[in-house]
């Protein structure tokens, strides 16, 4: 009996396995091969050892969409939590049609970013200035979708709105892990509202923040559709995150290997910022 649940432990596995390994891993070890030439994406190539990788570290453009997409993560990472925290104890609290509530704060998190961005776009191109004009706000009359200076703020918007849902969805899971008799004990002792979430509340669901903010930060660091449904990644290059330049650069641009050995260097990066972060975070929860 052994030997046949064995069996069909390997008749399961391997396949999946096999199939993994062509359609995810092979692809994956040739892009790094493929980083190491001059290949445009079609015709001959050279190898050229570690020029691609150090064009990189020269490369203006490069830096200026790595310092976007931190940006724009890291900001869109601390406002996702905040609120999906802040939303889930007020669903998670004895509030009428909390349910349908629940359903509706879900909504934006199945719908396509793309379309979204669309909406968002038509909304800060002409819907906001428009509002913004009757009511004789001045600084709100042109579209933030323009401006070099502010536009990664509507993308940051988008991101927030259309995340928010997911994560919110996390924090009641951990909520509704919470004994109600400990904020009753706490209630007999004389603890405030804020008194309850620092002592019990948020030590209590510390593994939940922990995968929330890995989870967040390593998302919005891949950031794509937002970017390229609400600005393209303008105006100029002002929202270009490292996803679309890659996108832009290898697909379109000729640069197939080079952006090959940005994305080998992105995903480092996200690896190392995840496990750091993972770190950090786990080594909170012991503290709490």
């Known amino acids: 009996m052994i030997k046949r649940n064995s069996r069909m432990f390997y008749y399961m596995t391997i396949p999946a396995l096999i199939l993994f ?125 323009g401006n070099p200076d502010l536009a990664w703020i509507g993308v940051v918007i988008l991101a927030v709105w259309q995340s928010s849902a997911f994560h919110v969805v996390l924090y009641l899971a951990g909520l509704q892990t919470i004994p109600k008799n400990l904020y009753d004990a706490a209630s007999i002792d004389g603890a405030g509202s804020w008194g309850r979430f620092k002592h019990i509340t948020f030590p209590l669901i510390a593994p939940f923040f922990t995968v929330n903010m890995v989870l967040a930060l390593k998302n919005f660091l891949m950031v794509f559709d937002h970017v390229m449904a609400l600005t393209g990644g303008g105006p100029g290059l002002a929202t270009e995150s490292i996803s679309l330049l890659i996108y832009h650069g290898g697909f379109q641009g000729g640069e197939f290997a080079y952006q090959t050995a940005n994305a080998v260097v992105y995903f480092i990066i996200i690896l190392i910022v995840s496990l750091f972060q993972l770190k950090v975070l786990q080594e909170r929860e012991v503290e709490l």
Do not use: C
């Open 21 to 145: 390994f062509i359609f995810h891993t092979f692809p994956a070890l040739q892009g790094v091969y493929y980083s190491f030439t001059n290949w445009r994406g079609f015709g001959n190539y050279d190898f050229v050892g570690l020029k691609n990788y150090i064009n990189l570290f020269k490369d203006p453009r490069i830096w200026h969409s790595y310092i976007f997409t931190f940006k724009f993560a890291i900001v869109s990472t601390i406002l996702v939590n905040t609120i999906g925290l802040l939303v889930a104890i007020g669903l998670n609290s004895k509030i009428k049609f909390k349910t349908t509530l629940r359903a509706i704060y879900f909504l934006p998190h199945i719908l396509s970013i793309l379309i979204v961005g669309y909406v968002f776009k038509y909304i800060f191109t002409y819907f906001l200035p428009d509002i913004a004009s009757s009511l004789g706000i001045g600084m709100l009359t042109k579209s933030i979708l």
